[in-house]
Nanobody, 116 residues
Framework: QVQLVESGGGLVQPGGSLRLSCSAS????????MGWYRQAPGKQRELIAI???????TYGDSVKGRFTISRDNAKNTVYLQMNSLKPEDTAVYYC??????????WGQGTQVTVSS
């Protein structure tokens, strides 16, 4: 049974920074994509960032230049460094792993709140 465990969410003031982490436990052999999504109340889940095995990255337009995704393949861990946070970044953030065999895994979600 594969589980994704997220950490690092919380309350931060506008302009501040947070770093999210997501690690996989269990029998997951090879992960081709690691990513982050978020969902705000009343809105659809949106893509934040994806990183491939070769560290090619893709970002959603709303976070380009402010967020950075990275991964540690040896630890099956993905990170999301979030800088210059805005109130509109407030959401539940989910990590997402896609295996080489296209199995999709989701984390439980971690709340990020940007407010003064």
């Amino acid at each position: 049974q594969v589980q994704l465990v997220e950490s690092g969410g919380g309350l931060v003031q506008p302009g501040g920074s947070l770093r999210l982490s997501c690690s996989a436990s269990g029998n997951i052999f090879s992960i081709k994509f690691m990513g982050w999504y978020r969902q705000a109340p009343g809105k659809q889940r949106e893509l934040i960032a994806i990183i491939t095995t070769g560290s090619t990255t893709t970002y959603g337009d709303s976070v380009k230049g402010r967020f950075t995704i990275s991964r540690d393949n040896a630890k099956n861990t993905v990170y999301l460094q979030m800088n210059s946070l805005k109130p509109e970044d407030t959401a539940v953030y989910y990590c997402n792993f896609v295996s080489t065999w296209d199995h999709v895994y989701w984390g439980q979600g971690t709340q990020v709140t940007v407010s003064s």
